[in-house]
């Protein structure tokens, strides 16, 4: 069975970093792509981007781009996305989800937010 | 940036009675995705590529369009069915998803 557990979350103060972990199991971690998205208190829905099986590419939304980084860990099945700097409006649930014909499972998310 | 605009936002509808869900996007896409998502859980994949049905997806959703007009429908509603329908737009990035349909039942 396909399981993707998301973990890190929390309450975080604005201008802080945070660090997300999505461990999979269930399928070959190393041969599936893997996104991020994210979801507002407002149930607005946002792609964050994604990474290629190997860890090689990424692709980010330009406006989250120089805030957050994802990478991976093939040997410990995992992805990560690193915050930095964060600010209110990045206040959501973050899912991990693999990309597949289309994003085919998704974790159960993780809550982040963001207050001083 | 595509955008994709969904409508209506909220909807009723009775059992059995036909639903249709319609996404406009802001320039050309391949094609269009759906996800459902009930209160409390992740989202699932529902339609993918425009017409095809994910997985466990009962035949009596379906979809279609071209270009920037695309279509969900539900032949005849059930409850089970009540949930928030996201399109979602995989052909340029950033990609980018619709502002949700909630459908509940009547």
């Known amino acids: 069975e396909v399981q993707l557990v998301e973990s890190g979350g929390g309450l975080v103060q604005p201008g802080a970093s945070l660090k997300l972990s999505c461990v999979a199991s269930?399928?070959?971690?190393?041969?599936?792509?893997m996104s991020w998205v994210r979801q507002t208190p407002g149930k607005t829905m946002e792609w964050i981007g994604d990474?290629?099986?190997?860890?090689?590419?990424?692709n980010y939304a330009p406006s989250l781009k120089n805030r957050f980084t994802i990478s991976r860990d093939n040997a410990k099945s995992t992805l990560y996305l690193q915050m930095s700097n964060v600010r209110s409006e990045d206040t959501a649930t973050y899912y991990c989800?693999?990309?597949?014909?289309?994003?085919?499972?998704w974790g159960q998310g993780v809550m982040v937010t963001v207050s001083s | 940036e595509i955008v994709l605009t969904q409508s209506p936002t909220t909807m009723a509808a009775s059992p059995g009675e036909k639903v249709t869900i319609t996404c406009r996007a802001s320039?050309?896409?391949?094609?269009m995705y759906w996800y459902q998502q009930k209160s409390g859980a992740s989202p699932k994949p529902w339609i993918y590529?425009?017409?095809k049905l994910a997985s466990g997806v009962p035949d009596r959703f379906s979809g279609s369009g071209s270009g920037t007009s695309y279509s969900f429908t539900i032949s005849s509603m059930e409850t089970e069915d009540a949930a928030t329908y996201y399109c979602?737009?995989?052909?340029?990035?950033?990609?980018?998803f619709g502002s949700g349909t909630k459908l509940e039942i009547k």
């Open positions: 269930g399928f070959t971690f190393s041969d599936y792509w």
């Open positions: 320039s050309s896409v391949s094609y």
């Open positions: 990474i290629k099986y190997d860890g090689s590419y990424t």
């Open positions: 590529e425009t017409s």
């Open positions: 989800t693999r990309v597949m014909y289309t994003l085919d499972y």
């Open positions: 979602h737009q995989w052909s340029s990035t950033p990609f980018t």
